[in-house]
């Protein structure tokens, strides 16, 4: 049962993800195909696809259909994939070193010269 599960999840993702909903348009290829049988019977499949697909196309009037077909038109589709490894956590046994912060005093009452703390001040040996 969980491997149907998984198979069912790995198809959802590869057919949002890649052009695999492409082919669930291949009776559309072949309705199309049957109509074009009808309007001239001498056509060959391979003619067909290299009409649609590699050649230029007749003057036929039926362009949102030929649009229809499998592979046709790209979409980009981009669904955010993102894997997430199980949490682990690390158990350190013993400390291995001991950071201190030790910050210096700031002393109130130290206030600049007037003459230092000036744009022109005297210079400095």
Do not use: Y
């Given at each position: 049962m969980n491997r149907v599960w998984i198979f069912t999840i790995v198809l959802a993702l590869f057919a949002q993800t890649?052009?695999?909903?492409?082919f669930v348009k291949l009776p559309i290829l072949f309705e199309h195909y049957a109509e074009h049988q009808q309007?001239?019977?001498?056509?060959?499949?391979?003619?067909?696809?290299?009409m649609h697909y590699w050649g230029d196309d007749l003057n036929?009037?039926?362009?949102?259909?030929?649009?229809?077909?499998?592979?046709?038109?790209?979409?980009?589709?981009?669904?955010p994939v993102q894997f997430l490894?199980?949490?682990?956590?690390?158990?350190?046994?013993?400390?291995?070193?001991?950071?201190?912060l030790e910050q210096p005093g700031y002393l109130l009452s130290y206030?600049?010269?007037?003459?230092?703390?000036?744009?022109?001040?005297?210079?400095?040996?």
């Open positions: 890649t052009e695999l909903h492409e309007r001239d019977s001498k056509l060959k499949f391979l003619d067909f696809l290299s036929d009037d039926d362009n949102s259909r030929d649009m229809e077909l499998p592979f046709k038109k790209f979409e980009v589709t981009h669904v490894p199980p949490r682990t956590e690390i158990k350190l046994k013993s400390v291995v070193f001991l950071i201190r206030t600049p010269g007037p003459a230092l703390g000036g744009l022109f001040r005297p210079p400095c040996a």
